[in-house]
């Protein structure tokens, strides 16, 4: 119960308010824990204050220091507008247009930084007398400590399918509704199976945007409620407006790229479904937490390692990048090497494992997530801190062409295993899968340009802007953005953005705009976009 809790916490918590330096008790309750915390224990009498968060940092955190200010909070707007709103991060810019998120804790804002997992801030604030803070982290996480070398598959896919079913339970058992957002992936496939197998009464809808890009997931994902007898619901989704794009940024300050904006009709049309007191259910984290993500090939260096993370993740050519922000290659590269050096790991293909679970999806997707608490709970129990501990404990080979993954599914469930996988045309249980798991790897190893070649001869790439768009409102409102804004012509070069914008994909447009409007919003406290409420954005 949450008395409990309370009492539990406000015992580990009052030494370090009664001015002790010992956080070790406190540090083994915030690893063992379960959940997505922030929790802020105060003295009114003495000005100590004791914070900390969760063991992955599930809810995003902010902090900023100014002078004799220290300002924290899960909302990056309010530290800016009591902040005044610092200058933007240069870099933070260019790592964003690169990968789609900044590195080791910085956000787009100069001087606010995210809070890491797991740290404990103690602090004290005198009546007038500035803030004296200290931050202590009850653990860095070491992908390479604690792996099982010789595990075997059918018992490690049975742990995982007992922590699992935990974890789903835990987090269905209340009293609000249990929705999942069920595409026909194997992540959502995954949650799907817990949720039947622990009983857990649930809803289920997929959508179907306005481009019905993803058209092949709605139709397995017909074919799963058919079968499985589900309660679900197919939503059609309309064009986003400006109006969709402009409350995404007010709520999460560019944290979010603005390209997301369909998903808040998406959202609208679940509460109108099934109510606003809901549990949104989705399988974030597992293409990241249980497939072997490792590069293919060794690294000499950190820096040749950078090399590889930069061809392999950019959304536009590093030296577009460069050109926009002013910002050189070499610093961007050598960003890029210092948060890889900085992760406790030895083995150059386990930092970059620990970059796309750490970076990528517990800070990146954690914004998505967070943008969808705007609407109602969000569960990912595949970011379950025992799954995930578990499951990245799990010998690399035995997840080697999604091995585990398909296993630990049969485990759950094997009627969820018997129907097939969006992009696979088969279901995981099949030898059709296991072939074409194997066609993928063989990909994997070929060398770069050969991979490049092989997607546009299948076209899988993200569909231009072109310069056929370029009379679309959005394309208008960003070139105003651009001409209008001296704070955004402050940042980025007006002239680059200009050239590139028509050529970049959609990604790469996305971001360029999310990253304009984040300055311009920042500088003026308003928006371009207010111009195009009504007109079909993004």
Partial sequence: PLSAVVSELTELTGHLLDGSDETSALSGWVRDADGEFVVTSIDTRSGRFVLFNDSLGRLPLYRCETGDSLYISREIGFIGKMAGWPGMDRLALAQTL???????GKTLYEGIRRVPPASILCGESAEGGPVRLRIDRAETRDLERGINGKGDIGEMSEELARLFRRSVS?????PCSNVLSLSGGIDSRAVLAGLRSTGSGFGAATYLDHCATASDDSRVAGILASKLGLDWSLMRLSRPTGSDALTLLRMKCGANYLGMSYSLRYFSSLASRFGDDIVYFAGEGGNQVLPDIRPVRNFTSTGSLAAFLIEENRIMPLETVSRITSVPEEEIVSSATSAL?????????????????????????????????NFFRTASPLLSTPFLEFAMSCPWKSKSRYRLYRNFLGRLSEAESDIEISGWGSPPSSVRSGAYLLGKDIYRRLPSGARAAVRRRMKKNFTSIGADEADSPTYRCLIEQLDGCDAVAGNISVDEAKKIAGTLNKMGFDHLFTVTSAIEQ?????????????DPLM
């Fill in 170 to 174: 835990r987090r269905a058992s209340g």
């Fill in 341 to 373: 050096d900085s992760y406790p790991e030895k083995d150059r293909r386990i930092k970059y494992v620990h970059l796309l679970l750490f970076e990528r999806c517990l800070n990146w997707l954690s914004e998505g997530e967070d943008r969808n608490r």
């Fill in 98 to 104: 690169l990968f789609c998120f900044p590195l080791e």
């Fill in 522 to 534: 920042a500088a003026t406290g308003g928006s371009t976009i207010e111009k195009y409420l009504s």
